[in-house]
């Protein structure tokens, strides 16, 4: 937050008596100093004010020098030499050490100026010629700059200007496409570098910071350290991937590491399969972590700070209970003040089961910034802990643990969701009580989607409901089911980079993750054939003595990616959409009047009868065939798959489980989300046909099943019957098929 212009004004006249002695100058720069500077060094800014009223600092260029270097060295006594070397002050360039070094960098760049002219990126210019006169002012280097390319390259021919904004590329695609979400990352956030946490806006400083910090980089050698800290209490959802890929991410591309830190602070909720499955899928979405750690390694010296506290009247025991604790307007405990001694023995009566759930609380004396007064530090629990087993019955909360975590393993930036800005001011306030080295908690906007809940309470709800199935259903959005359902990671990833880092919460709908899918799996995933609902077709004058192999490429176009053979006899079978005896005019397909090719065989397809069940049902065609060369065959440009000598499969059809997009919203769905489940969410066709090219597949194999959609090999496949789920449609499926 920026400190008022007018406390800046007022220390000015001070130092300048008459109001009018505040020039133009003078207060675009007391201005400056207001906006950009930071509240950490609120303190110094006498200093400023003062060279900024004896015209020593002149220009923004150096008061940014002068504000950078009080953030880096923001405890007095202020170094003023030390602060005016880095600010330039006392330093004069003349307008002729200007010309020649405008001069010098001209030259150096001439050949090129001359082939390219205009069409240089001039800023290069200007940047090295302030990079070697540094307190030069910027408007005359300008100048001086246009002068001597005027004179060099002649008057600027503007028909290019059309050119260069052609050339223009987004930054954000390489070869039209988006680039990794490590680099979006690192291009969008100015992020303070390791050991400059005191230049963050809000950071507070004590007496210790910085020798605490100068510790730090010891320990650290100066490295991006983050941390991915997940509550082991249920299964990963989408929201969870922008994270795994935004701490994962950051860290990678600054040479830094990540931990995978499990918050296991609630012992009742917690579950080994919930451990072992976010490790799983931590590395399914590509990321190894430096280390996988627990909140609960450190319970022990956690339990020491929490006496520390108390010994140093930041703490107290309170007996107040857990409804009078909801809210933020609650009042004031009534043991705030009891002396530390009765506290630091109820602590530890606490700590050996002599109190019941809910009788005694630690609280800690601050103020968050949503108005909450003194969170709570440590709750009772008499619960079995995964790791610790029955050692501990106090555990400590997320507003505890969190911060004192993060300084233990030395995190240098603690990224976390917006949500948790509330308690930044106590994140802050409990590292410097305790004088541990304080990280800088940056927060970031939550992801969410339309048409899905994620809440692990919900989740449970449908799964009591039988509305699914359990968490890796595949109509579900955690990672687990989409992981069912055959979403690569990589379009996974590619979507959290489509989408960024914003501070703002993110609400998409599902299209868009859906076409990330589509684009990866486009790529990658090996075509077949298969009909979803058979319909027998004759071939009553079949070309061939016996049954044929054809060679079909994996993927169109791309040799390299292999081939399979499929089989093809007298005897096929199509989709029974694919014939239709009354036709709608635009329909392209196969009829009682008109042809139909049939894809890969340079056959021609043309009914001659039908054959029909008890309800007049068509279940055969006869046909002949003609091949597309013959004379007298005209030009098809429809052309259905089929398969033949067919291998029988299920195929599960998926789509949105929610009829609304916010099934959450009351104002919406009025009856709660169960009452918004959509009946058509699966559909199963048991008796699909498919050819050769699924065969010898494992789980979670992918494919385009050709003019249907991508699917993907399912868990419930056996070695007699293949199970797919459909992954996605194609983007012009329903032109194609319906």
């Known amino acids: 937050m920026a400190v008022s212009i007018d406390n800046e004004a007022r220390l000015a006249k001070k130092i300048l008596p008459n109001e009018n002695q505040i020039t133009k100058s003078i207060g675009n720069l007391l201005y400056a100093l207001s906006t950009k500077s930071k509240q950490q060094i609120y303190h110094l800014h006498s200093y400023l004010i003062k060279y900024i009223c004896e015209e020593k600092i002149k220009n923004e260029q150096q008061l940014i020098a002068a504000i950078d270097y009080l953030l880096t060295n923001p405890t007095e006594p202020v170094d003023q030499k030390a602060l005016e070397e880095s600010a330039g002050i006392g330093v004069k360039v003349t307008s002729e050490e200007i010309k020649h070094m405008v001069e010098k960098i001209i030259e150096q760049n001439k050949t090129k100026l001359l082939e390219q002219k205009y069409?240089?990126?001039?800023?290069?210019?200007?940047?090295?010629?302030?990079?070697?006169?540094?307190?030069?002012?910027?408007?005359?280097?300008?100048?001086?700059?246009?002068?001597?390319?005027?004179?060099?390259?002649?008057?600027?021919?503007?028909?290019?200007?059309?050119?260069?904004?052609?050339?223009?590329?987004?930054?954000?695609?390489?070869?039209?496409?988006?680039?990794?979400?490590a680099d979006l990352v690192g291009e969008a956030l100015n992020f303070h570098k390791p050991g400059e946490n005191y230049k963050t806006e809000g950071y507070q400083m004590t007496p210790k910071t910085m020798d605490l910090i100068r510790e730090h980089l010891k320990k650290t050698g100066g490295q991006v350290i983050t941390r991915f800290p997940p509550e082991p209490n249920g299964i990963l959802h989408i929201g969870h991937a922008k994270a795994i890929n935004f701490n994962f991410g950051y860290a990678k591309i600054n040479n830094g590491i990540c931990y995978l830190r499990y918050d296991d602070t609630n012992p009742e909720k917690e579950e080994e399969k919930f451990f072992t499955g976010i490790l799983d899928i931590v590395k399914w979405l590509g990321y190894v972590p430096y280390k996988v750690t627990h909140a609960s390694d450190h319970f022990d010296q956690l339990f020491e700070w929490g006496k520390e506290l108390i010994r140093r009247d930041l703490a107290y025991v309170c007996h107040q209970k857990c409804d009078e604790l909801k809210g933020h307007n609650i009042p004031e405990s009534p043991w705030r003040n009891r002396p530390i001694h009765e506290s630091l023995q109820l602590f530890e009566d606490m700590k050996h089961g002599k109190f019941s759930e809910g009788e005694a609380t630690l609280r800690m004396k601050c103020v968050m910034e949503d108005g909450k007064l003194d969170p709570v530090a440590y709750r009772i629990k008499f619960?079995?802990?995964?790791?610790?087993?029955?050692?501990?019955?106090?555990?400590?909360t997320y507003d505890y643990t969190h911060c004192l975590n993060d300084s233990i393993e030395n995190i240098t930036h603690s990224l976390c969701t917006k949500e948790f800005q509330a308690r930044r001011s106590s994140y802050y306030w409990l590292c410097n009580s305790l004088d541990v080295y304080c990280p800088v908690q940056w927060e970031y906007g939550r992801l969410n989607l339309q048409y899905t809940v994620v809440s692990k309470r919900k989740i449970v709800k449908l799964v009591e409901n039988n509305v699914v199935r359990d968490w890796d259903d595949p109509r579900l959005y955690t990672l687990t089911a989409l992981r069912r359902r055959g979403f690569p990671p990589e379009a996974i990833n590619l979507f959290c980079a489509r989408i960024g880092v914003t501070m703002s919460q993110t609400v998409l709908h599902p299209d868009m993750l859906d076409a990330c899918v589509r684009e990866v799996l486009n790529a990658t995933a090996p075509r077949v054939m298969v009909v979803l609902e058979p319909l027998k077709v004759t071939i009553t004058n079949f070309p061939y003595e016996n049954m044929i192999e054809l060679p079909v490429l994996n993927i169109p176009g791309e040799e390299s990616n292999g081939s399979h053979t499929?089989?093809?006899?007298?005897?096929?079978?199509?989709?029974k959409s694919d014939f239709n005896e009354n036709p709608p005019k635009d329909f392209k397909r196969l009829t009682l009047h008109q042809s139909c090719g049939l894809k890969y065989t340079s056959l021609v397809l043309t009914i001659q009868e039908i054959i029909r069940d008890s309800n007049n049902e068509p279940i055969e065609l006869k046909v002949t065939c003609q091949k597309v060369t013959d004379e007298g065959v005209a030009k098809h440009k429809s052309f259905i798959h089929w398969v033949s000598h067919p291998n029988k499969c299920e195929v599960r059809l998926y789509e949105r489980l929610f009829l609304h997009p916010n099934p959450e919203d009351k104002k919406e769905v009025p009856d709660g989300f169960l009452s918004d489940i959509n009946p058509n969410s699966l559909t199963i066709n048991s008796n699909a046909f498919a050819?050769?090219?699924?065969?010898?597949?494992?789980?979670?194999?992918?494919?385009?099943?050709?003019?249907?959609?991508?699917?993907?090999?399912?868990?419930?496949?056996t070695d007699e019957k293949y199970v797919f789920n459909r992954t996605v449609t194609l983007k012009e499926d329903k032109q194609r098929i319906s």
């Open 691 to 717: 050819d050769d090219g699924i065969k010898n597949t494992k789980i979670l194999d992918k494919f385009q099943f050709e003019r249907i959609g991508y699917f993907s090999v399912d868990q419930d496949t």
């Open 119 to 181: 069409e240089f990126s001039m800023g290069t210019l200007l940047g090295e010629v302030r990079k070697r006169l540094k307190w030069a002012d910027g408007g005359t280097i300008k100048t001086e700059m246009d002068n001597q390319l005027l004179k060099l390259l002649g008057p600027k021919d503007h028909s290019t200007k059309k050119t260069t904004q052609k050339s223009n590329v987004s930054s954000t695609t390489e070869n039209g496409q988006v680039r990794s979400f």
């Open 566 to 575: 499929i089989k093809f006899d007298s005897v096929v079978y199509i989709e």
């Open 383 to 396: 619960a079995h802990h995964a790791k610790t087993g029955d050692k501990w019955c106090i555990y400590p």
